[in-house]
Each structure stands twice: as structure tokens, then as C-alpha cells.
């Protein structure tokens, strides 16, 4: 059975994947894993894969935990090419772990697809993976919580606090005006990045995928007003394909 760690600045999500199966994912703040804990929750573990977007010490006490027990471990890394799918970048390794995994996971989802991949957690990506497996670069903006904390800690004069709201109407105080702002700004620029994959490839509306993930997709979805889909855990099905 195969461990995979998503590890943020917070908290990590993770999953077990059993001969191709993934269970639902599951949720740890940061400071609560610790070696007792690892061995409480995954008695049973031959290999550890982890992402970790934030460089935190939790890699290191994964990875002793993993030497203890002689569990295989394997902190992921972009790479140029993988499993058909080739970087944009010209330097893969100053490309998010995240963005690559789930380039991997929506090549194997849907192969020989276009696909435009917006990945909303604390920054929102987008990212363009072409028909032939070749990733054609991307876009990245602040998430929707960053957006609203910047306004607010960066403007003397507008108040308010950071809300989970998903509404697109016109508000009547000044921090709900942010908040709102800042989900339209959201589907904005994923708008736009829609319209640019079309422009760039010649392509008609109904040969893209459009593909959301991370924390804020569902509600990203419900306003995205195109044919689209929500793939919770994309960057695990990645992971179940990377190879090193």
C-alpha cells in the first residue's frame, strides 16, 4: 500500500492508494504529524510519496518515520518530462510540484485531450496541457484568500475581513465588496485564460477540458458558466503515475 502527502503551509492532505484505488482524502494540520502519529494511522505502508509545496520540516519527520520502518520514501520533484507529459518550462524545477502532478493526473484522466486546469487553493494556477501531452505554460494569481488580505493589509482606508463568500453581486459595505472582488477577479482571469487556449490553438469550445481543483473549486465551478468539471484529487492521480 502507497502513502501520498500533499503538504501545505498549514496542513496536509493525503491519501492511501491500494493496487490503483485511492481512498478519500483526509486532512492534518502540520504540528500534529509526528512519528506516533504516523505509525498510529498507516500500520500497514510499503511506499511514502510526498509533495511538498511549502519546503517544511514535516518532510523530515515523514522521511525518518519511513527510514524507521523501512518504508520506501520519495520526495517528488518537476521534472522535463514524465509519463508523455513535457514541461513548458525551461527550468522544470522552479515549477510547482502541485502544477506538475496535476498536468500527470489530467494526462491520465483524459489522454490526448485538450485541457485547461485551474488549481484555486492558495494561489490560483492555470495551466494549458495540450492534445500531445505538451504543457503550453500557464497563468498564476494570488488565491482568493490572498487577494482579499492584500487589499486589506496594504490600504489604509479600506476595511473589512477575509470571508468564505462565493457571492458576484455588487455589495453594500466595504468588505464584502472585497470579498466579492475578489471571486470576480477569480473567474475573470479564468475567463481569459479560457478565451487564450481557444485563440492559441484554433480550437473549438467543445474540444477543451476544462478541469478544477484545490480548495476553492467547487465554488469556482458552480460559477463558471462553460462546461466543466471538479477532480478533487488530481494531484493524487498524478502522483499514482509519476515515475522517477
Given at each position: 500500500?502507497?502513502?501520498?502527502?500533499?503538504?501545505?503551509?498549514?496542513?496536509?492532505?493525503?491519501?492511501?492508494?491500494?493496487?490503483?484505488?485511492?481512498?478519500?482524502?483526509?486532512?492534518?494540520?502540520?504540528?500534529?504529524?509526528?512519528?506516533?502519529?504516523?505509525?498510529?494511522?498507516?500500520?500497514?505502508?510499503?511506499?511514502?510519496?510526498?509533495?511538498?509545496?511549502?519546503?517544511?520540516?514535516?518532510?523530515?519527520?515523514?522521511?525518518?518515520?519511513?527510514?524507521?520502518?523501512?518504508?520506501s520514501y520519495q520526495l517528488?520533484?518537476?521534472?522535463?518530462?514524465?509519463?508523455?507529459?513535457?514541461?513548458?518550462?525551461?527550468?522544470?524545477?522552479?515549477?510547482?510540484?502541485?502544477?506538475?502532478?496535476?498536468?500527470?493526473?489530467?494526462?491520465?484522466?483524459?489522454?490526448?485531450?485538450?485541457?485547461?486546469?485551474?488549481?484555486?487553493?492558495?494561489?490560483?494556477?492555470?495551466?494549458?496541457?495540450?492534445?500531445?501531452?505538451?504543457?503550453?505554460?500557464?497563468?498564476?494569481?494570488?488565491?482568493?484568500?490572498?487577494?482579499?488580505?492584500?487589499?486589506?493589509?496594504?490600504?489604509?482606508?479600506?476595511?473589512?475581513?477575509?470571508?468564505?463568500?462565493?457571492?458576484?453581486?455588487?455589495?453594500?459595505?466595504?468588505?464584502?465588496g472585497v470579498n466579492h472582488?475578489?471571486?470576480?477577479?477569480?473567474?475573470?482571469?479564468?475567463?481569459?485564460?479560457?478565451?487564450?487556449?481557444?485563440?492559441?490553438?484554433?480550437?473549438?469550445?467543445?474540444?477543451?477540458?476544462?478541469?478544477?481543483?484545490?480548495?476553492?473549486?467547487?465554488?469556482?465551478?458552480?460559477?463558471f458558466r462553460k462546461e466543466?468539471?471538479?477532480?478533487?484529487?488530481?494531484?493524487?492521480?498524478?502522483?499514482?503515475?509519476?515515475?522517477?
Amino acid at each position: 500500500m502507497r502513502l501520498f502527502f500533499d503538504i501545505g503551509n498549514s496542513r496536509c492532505k493525503y491519501v492511501l492508494d491500494s493496487e490503483g484505488t485511492l481512498t478519500d482524502i483526509k486532512y492534518q494540520t502540520v504540528d500534529k504529524i509526528d512519528n506516533n502519529w504516523l505509525s498510529e494511522m498507516f500500520p500497514d505502508v510499503s511506499h511514502c510519496l510526498v509533495a511538498d509545496v511549502a519546503n517544511s520540516d514535516v518532510c523530515t519527520i515523514i522521511k525518518v518515520w519511513c527510514d524507521k520502518h523501512s518504508i520506501s520514501y520519495q520526495l517528488l520533484v518537476s521534472q522535463s518530462e514524465n509519463n508523455g507529459v513535457r514541461c513548458a518550462y525551461d527550468s522544470p524545477s522552479s515549477f510547482g510540484i502541485d502544477r506538475w502532478l496535476a498536468l500527470l493526473g489530467v494526462n491520465k484522466i483524459y489522454s490526448q485531450t485538450h485541457c485547461l486546469i485551474i488549481d484555486a487553493g492558495t494561489a490560483t494556477t492555470l495551466d494549458y496541457l495540450d492534445d500531445t501531452g505538451q504543457h503550453q505554460g500557464g497563468w498564476i494569481l494570488g488565491g482568493i484568500d490572498s487577494l482579499v488580505t492584500s487589499l486589506l493589509a496594504n490600504t489604509a482606508n479600506v476595511q473589512g475581513e477575509s470571508k468564505m463568500i462565493n457571492a458576484l453581486s455588487f455589495a453594500s459595505n466595504t468588505s464584502d465588496g472585497v470579498n466579492h472582488a475578489a471571486w470576480a477577479a477569480s473567474l475573470g482571469i479564468i475567463e481569459q485564460a479560457y478565451f487564450q487556449v481557444i485563440k492559441q490553438s484554433s480550437l473549438h469550445k467543445k474540444d477543451l477540458k476544462v478541469i478544477f481543483t484545490g480548495g476553492n473549486a467547487k465554488e469556482l465551478h458552480r460559477h463558471f458558466r462553460k462546461e466543466c468539471i471538479v477532480v478533487e484529487d488530481l494531484i493524487f492521480v498524478g502522483m499514482q503515475c509519476y515515475n522517477n
